[in-house]
């Protein structure tokens, strides 16, 4: 599973409509604006019923413990030399 952590200002709702396109928007779980964790905490059981081929939205790094299987981080990072440098 792709896991593509959105950092905000960092081009998420264009990467958002590459990936609608390339694994169909049913494919995907979007976690952005949630009112609870219930997702997160319980995320493990939601795909071992459910199948997915990425998650992208705003979560914290570490999900990746409760994802069966294989899984890749994607993100980007706007002017990321002067952040390491910093």
Not at 20 to 44: E, V
Request: net charge negative; aromatic share 12%; glycine share 6%.
């Amino acid at each position: 599973m792709k896991l593509f952590l959105h950092i905000p200002k960092t081009a998420g709702t264009t990467l958002l409509s590459i990936l609608d396109a390339q694994y169909g928007q049913k494919n995907i779980i979007t976690y952005y604006n949630q009112r609870s964790t219930q997702l997160l905490d319980h995320l493990d059981a939601y795909l071992t019923v459910n199948s997915f081929a990425a998650m992208i939205g705003h979560f914290p790094f570490g999900v990746h413990e409760k994802v069966p299987g294989d899984y890749e981080y994607v993100t980007f990072l706007r002017d990321p030399e002067s952040l390491v440098v910093s």
